[in-house]
């Protein structure tokens, strides 16, 4: 057995054209994640009446259950659920209609809601409780202190690991494709089918996610930097 290196370069150029659909599928549940993640942190620290308690059973279920059993859950279940409601309500939509990214976009928001929210949560309360008190004294309310004294410095402290969650994100979009939605795994999955040449075309995707783990890598050192500029005694 050898390697066809030139292939691997005409892998490259087709795998990567799924590109945009593996960072939709990173990045908008990221975006969605983190406000799910935020809201939730904040429920389970002020322990909301009633809502902590499923704050806490939804951060527990969805960390303690693989994602690509919230991508089947969702994507088998949600679409009896919608039929269901469409027929009580005579509202005439057909789940067949409704794409399939949609219901992988969802089961992934959930799941980054959940590991957001304990980033959040550890974040907010590594700060301690003078610089809360601080605040009050020179008249803020607490919506002004949370908002402009603990959040900017939970977000900051809790950069590496939103960089964790991203770079996990990345590769987990991969089992996507599970239920038919190609991505770049996907991608490479068919090319390498189409052309029996499997080594050179998972080599060409390896390249492609490790250029992009890279790069986000690079990009969060960055953001780091200026975002504890703070510790080092002011913006630099």
Same mark, same amino acid.
């Given at each position: 057995?050898?390697?066809?290196?030139?292939?691997?370069?005409? @892998?490259?150029?087709?795998?990567?054209?799924?590109?945009? $659909?593996?960072?939709?599928?990173? +990045?908008?549940?990221?975006?969605?994640?983190?406000?799910?993640g935020l809201t939730v942190?904040?429920?389970?620290?002020?322990?909301?009446?009633?809502?902590?308690?499923?704050?806490?059973?939804y951060v527990s279920f969805?960390?303690?259950?693989?994602? =690509?059993?919230?991508?089947?859950?969702?994507?088998?279940?949600?679409?009896?659920?919608?039929?269901? +409601?469409?027929?009580?309500?005579?509202?005439?939509?057909?789940?067949?209609?409704?794409?399939?990214?949609?219901?992988?976009?969802?089961a992934l928001s959930l799941?980054?809601?959940?590991?957001?929210?304990? $980033?959040?949560?550890?974040?907010? $309360?590594?700060?301690?409780?003078?610089?809360?008190?601080? @605040?009050?004294?020179?008249?803020?309310? #607490?919506?002004?202190?949370?908002?402009?004294?603990?959040?900017?410095?939970? =977000?900051?402290?809790?950069?590496?690991?939103?960089?964790?969650?991203?770079?996990?994100?990345?590769?987990? #979009?991969?089992?996507?494709?599970?239920?038919?939605?190609?991505?770049?795994?996907?991608?490479?999955?068919?090319? @390498?089918? !189409?052309?029996? /040449?499997?080594?050179?075309?998972?080599?060409?995707?390896?390249? =492609?996610?490790?250029?992009? !783990?890279?790069?986000?890598?690079?990009?969060?050192?960055?953001?780091?930097? /200026?975002?504890?500029?703070?510790?080092?005694?002011?913006?630099?």
């Amino acid at each position: 057995m050898t390697i066809d290196i030139p292939f691997i370069w005409t @892998a490259f150029k087709e795998i990567i054209r799924a590109l945009p $659909i593996t960072l939709i599928l990173t +990045i908008l549940p990221l975006l969605a994640g983190f406000i799910i993640g935020l809201t939730v942190a904040l429920i389970r620290i002020y322990k909301v009446k009633f809502l902590s308690r499923v704050a806490n059973g939804y951060v527990s279920f969805f960390r303690g259950t693989p994602i =690509i059993m919230h991508i089947m859950l969702i994507y088998f279940g949600f679409p009896l659920l919608i039929d269901q +409601i469409s027929k009580k309500f005579d509202l005439g939509i057909q789940s067949n209609s409704i794409p399939i990214i949609l219901f992988v976009l969802t089961a992934l928001s959930l799941s980054a809601g959940a590991y957001l929210s304990e $980033i959040f949560r550890s974040g907010i $309360i590594s700060v301690s409780n003078g610089q809360m008190e601080a @605040a009050y004294s020179v008249g803020m309310n #607490s919506f002004q202190a949370m908002t402009r004294i603990v959040l900017p410095q939970a =977000i900051a402290q809790s950069i590496p690991n939103f960089t964790n969650i991203f770079i996990g994100f990345l590769h987990t #979009s991969s089992i996507a494709f599970v239920v038919s939605q190609k991505e770049m795994t996907g991608a490479a999955n068919i090319v @390498a089918s !189409t052309n029996l /040449k499997f080594l050179e075309s998972f080599i060409a995707a390896g390249l =492609i996610y490790w250029g992009l !783990t890279i790069i986000a890598e690079g990009l969060s050192f960055l953001i780091e930097k /200026k975002a504890t500029a703070y510790n080092r005694g002011g913006v630099q």
